[in-house]
């Protein structure tokens, strides 16, 4: 018998995605997600100018997908590379990032990148998705090629704590399976000798992605003022991190 897909482990059901998965992020087809990555992408431009020397940044996206984060940086990084488990989501990177680096590989089984080492990585919308061991395993993963002084930033998409999820526990809607804590980060984080050196919360209203109730066009501008406020990462839908190497 075929296995429901919800129940399949993460890289399977991530397998099948593609350009069904890309045009979640249109603005016609989900406004608020398309508005998240709005502020994803002003945040990400604020690390570089923040933490890096423009252009001469040797950049890794894991779990690239579609391509949003790579054809984001594009122009502002000195390379781009993107590392994925589906053939079906590269297909469609290829033409959002053409002039990136696009390797189809699951790196906790055969990290084909060798001793390469990045400036800058990126990971977005995986972990909360992946399973506990999976998290582990590509958190070692990553850590092995982040440059000496260079930052991994990731998001936790589906926090845990957030007021919206505590909202949805109060009316019994609440869903642990999918979701991660910041202290899950936390732990993630310590157990490589990485530190956190910022959060960007986003989403930190209770609004719902899939009924919005307030148009974004009157949230937006509240959330890109709330992003500055980083004491609201413990209760933002997405939390993003930048992570440094411990210093000896």
């Keep these: 018998m075929e296995r429901s897909r919800s129940t399949l482990p993460y890289a399977e059901r991530h397998k099948a995605r593609g350009s069904d998965y890309d045009e979640t992020f249109s603005p016609e087809v989900n406004p608020y997600r398309a508005m998240v990555w709005r502020l994803e992408q002003r945040a990400l431009d604020g690390i570089l100018r923040d933490y890096l020397v423009p252009g001469k940044i040797a950049h890794l996206d894991f779990a690239c997908g579609t391509g949003r984060i790579l054809g984001h940086l594009l122009g502002k990084v000195g390379s781009a590379t993107g590392v994925d488990v589906s053939s079906s989501m590269m297909e469609v990177a290829r033409?959002?990032?053409?002039?990136?680096?696009?390797?189809?590989?699951?790196?906790?089984?055969?990290?084909?990148?060798?001793?390469?080492?990045?400036?800058?990585?990126?990971?977005?919308?995986?972990?909360?998705?992946?399973?506990?061991?999976?998290?582990?395993?590509?958190?070692?993963?990553?850590?092995?090629?982040?440059?000496?002084?260079?930052?991994?930033?990731?998001?936790?998409?589906?926090?845990?704590?957030?007021?919206?999820?505590?909202?949805?526990?109060r009316l019994g809607r609440g869903v642990v399976r999918g979701t991660m804590s910041h202290d899950e980060v936390e732990e993630l984080v310590a157990r490589v000798g990485l530190r956190i050196q910022e959060m960007i919360p986003l989403g930190s209203l209770p609004v719902s992605e899939k009924h919005p109730m307030l148009p974004t066009a009157l949230v937006e501008p509240l959330e890109r003022w709330m992003s500055r406020l980083p004491g609201l990462a413990a209760v933002a839908q997405n939390i993003i991190y930048v992570c440094r190497r411990n210093q000896p």
């Design 95 to 169: 033409k959002v990032a053409p002039e990136a680096e696009l390797i189809e590989a699951d790196l906790t089984q055969d990290d084909v990148l060798g001793e390469r080492q990045f400036d800058l990585i990126t990971a977005f919308r995986f972990f909360p998705n992946a399973e506990a061991d999976l998290r582990q395993a590509v958190f070692r993963v990553l850590a092995r090629h982040l440059a000496p002084h260079g930052v991994l930033v990731f998001n936790n998409h589906k926090n845990r704590n957030s007021l919206a999820r505590r909202i949805y526990r």
